[in-house]
């Protein structure tokens, strides 16, 4: 059974730092590029970041670039999201996502609050 | 950057209605269209990639269609489980933007 468990969410102030991680099981991670989406509440789908399978190819949304950073650890089934400088309108939920063509499905999700 | 619409933002409709989502994108896209419904207090979930193919397990009364700009989605008669927000999503390049979502509740 495939799964994704996000973790690492929490209640941080601004300007502070998060780090989230996504445990993938079930699936040859390995073989997947993966993104990071969020869902600020009662707002829409927003995608934040893509890695490739590697991890040689990475973007972006113009939203969080210069202050997120993506990575991935293959040998630990491992997808990380580095989340500095961090502001209000950065809270929202935040899914660990597989490629549409793969027909995973996406984790829970972890929420993260920035408040002061 | 590429754009996605949706129309309409949201739609009532009776149970066994026929029900079409659009979905533009500002740009060709070929068929990387994927479609998402999300229930409430729910994760989003897959529907269809690469604008027609049915996720497994997917009721047949959803479809998918288009290419290039222009996409659908179709919901064949509607039911009561599927009230939902729909959001539609580009995925050949980045960035891959969602669309901004359809409500679709019951009359």
């Known amino acids: 059974e495939v799964q994704l468990v996000e973790s690492g969410g929490g209640l941080v102030q601004p300007g502070g730092s998060l780090r989230l991680s996504c445990a993938a099981s079930?699936?040859?991670?390995?073989?997947?590029?993966m993104n990071w989406v969020r869902q600020a509440p009662g707002k829409g789908l927003e995608w934040v970041s893509y890695i490739s399978s590697s991890g040689s190819t990475i973007y972006y949304a113009d939203s969080v670039k210069g202050r997120f950073t993506i990575s991935r650890d293959n040998a630990k089934n491992s997808l990380y999201l580095q989340m500095n400088s961090l502001r209000a309108e950065d809270t929202a939920v935040y899914y660990c996502a597989p490629p549409a063509y793969s027909g995973y499905g996406w984790g829970q999700g972890t929420l993260v609050t920035v408040s002061s | 950057d590429i754009q996605m619409t949706q129309s309409p933002s949201s739609l009532s409709a009776s149970v066994g209605d026929r029900v079409t989502i659009t979905c533009r994108a500002s740009?060709?896209?070929?068929?990387?269209l994927a479609w998402y419904q999300q229930k409430p207090g729910k994760v989003p979930k897959l529907l269809i990639y690469a604008a027609s193919t049915l996720q497994s397990g997917v009721p047949s009364r959803f479809s998918g269609s288009g290419s290039g700009t222009d996409f659908t989605l179709t919901i064949s008669s509607l039911q009561p489980e599927d009230v939902a927000t729909y959001y539609c999503q580009k995925y050949n390049s980045a960035p891959r933007p969602f669309g901004p979502g359809t409500k679709v509740d019951i009359k």
């Open positions: 079930g699936f040859t991670f390995s073989s997947y590029e």
């Open positions: 740009q060709g896209i070929s068929n990387y």
